[in-house]
Nanobody
Framework: LMCSCRRWGGLVQVGGSLRLSCAAS????????IGWFRQAPGKEREGVAG????????YYADFVKGRFIISKDNAKNMVFLQMNNLKPEDTAVYYC???????????????????????WGKGTQVTVSS
């Protein structure tokens, strides 16, 4: 059971775009919701964006609002993170993670550092050069 994190690209210039993908394996997006975290060197892991429920309500951290878009393809059991207008401070390892949708009703998993989530992807490096 895993949430694999892939990306197209990895090194991009300031203002550029990247799209991350996460393939859910062994569980359904009907029962789990997926989001993204990131961790920069020397910093704590932080939530970036994530789905709150099966109605596609999404949470975005303030520092990505208006720039990042989370989406999903239920048929393919995949979730995507479109990252636009990238900044140097977006440089980090990005992880996708999944949480049981019932659990998510009681707590916004994407606001914290991801402790207690059910599944994690391996992570992918995103580097934004100035």
């Amino acid at each position: 059971l895993m949430c694999s994190c892939r990306r197209w690209g990895g090194l991009v210039q300031v203002g550029g775009s990247l799209r991350l993908s996460c393939a859910a394996s062994g569980f359904s997006l009907d029962e789990f919701v997926i989001g993204w975290f990131r961790q920069a060197p020397g910093k704590e892991r932080e939530g970036v964006a994530g789905f709150r429920n099966n109605d596609d309500e999404a949470y975005y951290a303030d520092f990505v609002k208006g720039r990042f878009i989370i989406s999903k393809d239920n048929a393919k059991n995949m979730v995507f993170l479109q990252m636009n207008n990238l900044k140097p401070e977006d440089t980090a390892v990005y992880y996708c993670a999944a949480v049981w949708v019932v659990k998510e009703r009681y707590s916004n998993s994407w606001k914290g550092n991801g402790l207690g989530l059910d599944y994690w992807g391996k992570g992918t490096q995103v580097t934004v050069s100035s």
